[in-house]
């Protein structure tokens, strides 16, 4: 069975400054992995996900991602934080051949002025 | 496109009581699945629909949760007798129900039970 985990349960970052959220991953067979975000009262939204191709992944709202296989590893990234990205974001990854999404537990990204 | 549709989008009720929760998913979308969000964990997958069948419910406490999908479209989560630790945010979800099909989720029902 397939499991996620977040390393960080919280992430305080400055406007304008950097972010990583990371993300492993553990499965026997292959996998989808995917990056939700949820804003505070809503569902999750997809920012993007890792199907096939190239290992860097761009998103919504300036985020990407990179799929390490040897690490086993998701992270996602952004160059430059907005206020408007404070929200919990999801990991999630899928086994080829199925359509069940398992989640790690989120990361809560605050961005302080 | 109108996305995926919940009531009610809160709920409080006493232990032991019943609830149950109404899901209307995106036109055309074959699956559609409810999760349970513990406040300060992902959401936990109860139950998978492709069409008006069940793929997946082995997450599901049959003892207390019931669900249904008639006709293949709206969905209906049930649970009774509520439980303490059933407090949660109950979300659906849908897709086009193909393999990598990006699942697209309603704004949820926050649960309490006292």
Redesign the interface.
Known sequence: AQS?TQLD?QVPVFEEAPVELRCNYSSSVSV?LFW?VQYP??????LL?Y?SGSTLVKGINGFEAEFNKSQTSFHLRKPSVHISDTAEY?C?V?E???????????TRLTINP | EAGVAQSPRYKIIEKRQSVAFWCNPISGHATLYWYQQILGQGPKLLIQFQNNGVVDDSQLPKDRFSAERLKGVDSTLKIQPAKLEDSAVYLCASSLGREYNEQFFGPGTRLTVL
Request: proline fraction near 0%; aromatic fraction near 16%.
């Open positions: 996620v349960s989808y939700y009262n809503q569902g999750l939204q997809l996900k199907l999801f999630a899928s080829k051949g199925a359509q069940k999404l398992v989640f790690g537990q989120g």
